[in-house]
């Protein structure tokens, strides 16, 4: 192999990001197995206390979202329960930016014994974040650009 095959193939490898070649469907996949097998107990994953769980379902359904097709439709259908939830307490619309912070509050309010729920309140932040707009896209925007750069 001489100088300018070895320099091809640096190049061929570096444009294809530094974990090899991803689209958003595919780091979903990852960030979803990920949340699966952390909430499952495995010995090097860890996902123990509330905050990660629901940092981890609003990495998967912020990923989701941006990715389409099913895994949209899927966490779309796990942040309808929350929103229908709201707007029935609420008596009305309360807006997305209330309802964005009652499913933080959800989430990370009360003492979990089970870590499926802020994992789950998390996945529906993720699409709420992105339907409400304003300070809550903010960190979603980030989100994808890094997520970009990797794949």
Not at 17 to 23: C, I, L, Q
Not at 46 to 69: C, E, N, P, Q, Y
Not at 124 to 145: D, E, H, K, R, S
Request: net charge neutral; aromatic share 8%; hydrophobic share 50%.
């Amino acid at each position: 192999m001489n100088t300018h095959e070895i320099a091809a193939d640096v190049t061929l490898a570096a444009a294809t990001g530094f974990a090899g070649p991803m689209t958003l469907s595919g780091l979903t996949l990852v960030t979803g197995t990920v949340l699966l097998l952390g909430l499952r107990g495995s010995d090097t994953l860890k996902i123990h206390d509330k905050k990660r769980a629901t940092g981890w379902g609003l990495g998967f359904s912020t990923l989701a979202v941006a990715a389409g097709d099913m895994f949209a439709d899927a966490v779309t259908g796990v942040a309808a329960v929350p929103v229908t939830f709201s707007d029935a307490v609420a008596g009305g619309d309360p807006g997305m930016g209330a309802t964005a912070i009652f499913v933080t509050l959800c989430a990370l309010g009360p003492r979990w014994k089970n870590l499926w729920w802020p994992a789950l309140f998390g996945i529906a932040a993720g699409v709420i974040y992105t339907q409400a707009g304003g300070i809550w896209a903010v960190g979603q925007t980030i989100g994808l650009a890094i997520a970009q750069k990797i794949g």
